[in-house]
T-cell receptor, first 112, second 115 residues
């Protein structure tokens, strides 16, 4: 099955700096790559996603890039704020395979 | 528009008991899937339902089961509870069969503690 690896496991950044989280996937048939943010005691919240026919997608301070050849995708958060502190998960899924395979998560701490 | 609603939010059960968790998807969403989240194993897919039929199943023992009703609401059941079943159980919904074709949204989860 699909294997998704996520790095780093923890990330501490100064407020206003950028944060980057990287994920690699094993199955070249994967074509959908969402990112979720999970705050303490809550369920994962979708923050951005990208499909394999797109190389980059941006939504305000967050962006995701996809390199299909290398089978990796990254989340970029610019101008980080304290409310960005949370656990972030990447995931991947294949066409006609209706389940998400998740990375292990990255705990992001934004220092004021 | 209400999100994915899960009940109960918290529960404590004893080993050997069984538990039923409930999920109401976003209005209009027809696909419901369940995930288990633990510190050791992370987020793992349990099963997916669409049109009242289980369409996909993860690598979990038969003690884990589920069903979907005609109004798309779903329940999952875990029988003969083990300590290792302690986890956050997450329900997710999407408009149709997803996620490759549809965005998937998660509920807040049901925290199950087995003692």
């Amino acid at each position: 099955g699909e294997n998704v690896e996520q790095h780093p496991s923890t990330l501490s950044v100064q407020e206003g700096d950028s944060a980057v989280i990287k994920c690699t996937y094993s199955d070249s048939a994967s074509n959908y790559f969402p990112w979720y943010k999970q705050e303490l005691g809550k369920g994962p919240q979708l923050i951005i996603d990208i499909r394999s026919n797109v190389g980059e997608k941006k939504d305000q301070r967050i962006a995701v890039t996809l390199n299909k050849t290398a089978k990796h995708f990254s989340l970029h958060i610019t101008e980080t704020q304290p409310e960005d502190s949370a656990v972030y998960f990447c995931a991947a899924s294949k066409r006609n395979d209706y389940k998400l395979s998740f990375g292990a998560g990255t705990t992001v701490t934004v220092r004021a | 528009k209400a999100g994915v609603t899960q009940t109960p939010r918290y529960l404590i059960k004893t080993r050997g008991q069984q538990v039923t968790l409930s999920c109401s998807p976003i209005s209009g969403h027809r696909s419901v899937s369940w995930y288990q989240q633990t510190p050791g194993q992370g987020l793992q897919f349990l099963f997916e339902y669409f049109s009242e039929t289980q369409r996909n199943k993860g690598n979990f023992p038969g003690r884990f089961s589920g069903r979907q009703f005609s109004n798309s609401r779903s329940e999952m059941n875990v029988s003969t509870l083990e300590l290792g079943d302690s986890a956050l159980y997450l329900c997710a919904s999407s408009l149709s069969r997803g996620p490759s074709g549809n965005t998937i949204y998660f509920g807040e989860g049901s925290w199950l503690t087995v003692v």
